[in-house]
Structures are given as structure tokens and as C-alpha cells.
């Protein structure tokens, strides 16, 4: 399931619906983002984030079915924020099931890395000195990267 909205989550929630997944679950593995402070620019207050409606939740979709080829998905859940958020505010949520912990985490991992790079989501960093579009990390397009070989 995927959920693109402006309101917060419940992660504790999400992870009880993640446990309803059947007897074949044997692990579920869970992320949750939080805004912060990349201390590339002075006195943060927080994010402001855009997507493309209908193609951001393709393009996760996409990301859930890869993982489930890759590895045991039994289930997956993807919850990202979008609007102002402020810093320690959650931006996002991914969990997922399988039978085994190496399948949950790997795809759980996977499917972060590749919504940094890959999916459509534009951040705004806001600050006492402005507002500025934040660039991806080199690292973070690394980290993408690493998934293909």
C-alpha cells in the first residue's frame, strides 16, 4: 500500500497492520524518516515538499514490485509526506515483511535508497536565510547505484 500525504502517520499503526500479514511472516522490517537539520545551511526550520500526483505513487509501486522480485515481499507498506514539515517532524515510512530478516531488510533498504533517487519528490530546504531546492547527495545516488550491480 502507498500513501502520498500531507498529514502525519502513526508508524506504531502502520506496524501493526504490517503484522497482519499471515502466519508465513516470520520478520517485518521498518524505517521512519525524520526532517533534520543537513547543516549545509544556517538555522533550519524545516522542508517543503513537492511531488508529480499519479506518477510519484507509480513510480513507488515500481519500486515495491522490484523488491518483491528481488526478495520474499510479502507485504509492503510506503508512506511519504509532502507540504511543509518541520525539523523532527516524520517524512517517511517504509515497512515490510517476509519470512526471513535478511528479505526485510534488504528490500526495506532497497526501497528507501531508491525513493531518494528515483522517485518524483522535489525538497525545499526553508531557513532564516531563505528558501533553497536541495540537490541529491552523491552519496544517496551511491547508494542507488550499488542496488544495480
Known amino acids: 500500500m502507498i500513501s502520498v500525504q500531507t498529514e502525519d502517520f502513526d508508524a506504531a499503526a502502520e506496524y501493526a497492520a504490517l503484522r497482519d500479514s499471515g502466519a508465513g511472516t516470520g520478520a517485518i522490517a521498518t524505517f521512519t524518516g525524520l526532517v533534520r537539520d543537513s547543516g549545509d545551511t544556517q538555522g533550519v526550520s524545516g ?85 533553497h531546492w536541495v540537490e541529491q547527495k552523491a552519496s544517496d545516488v551511491a547508494r542507488g547505484e550499488a542496488w544495480n550491480t
Open 47 to 131: 522542508l517543503f515538499l513537492e511531488h508529480y500526483p499519479g506518477m510519484t505513487e507509480q513510480m513507488i509501486a515500481g519500486l515495491i514490485e522490484e523488491a518483491s522480485r528481488r526478495w520474499d515481499v510479502r507485504k509492503a507498506r510506503v508512506i511519504h509526506r509532502v507540504g511543509k514539515l518541520l525539523l523532527q517532524e516524520q517524512i517517511v515510512f517504509v515497512g515490510v515483511c517476509s519470512a526471513h530478516r535478511a528479505d526485510a531488510f534488504s528490500a526495506c533498504e532497497f526501497i528507501m535508497d531508491a525513493l531518494k533517487t528515483s522517485a518524483p519528490f522535489w525538497k525545499k530546504e526553508l531557513s532564516e536565510s531563505g528558501e
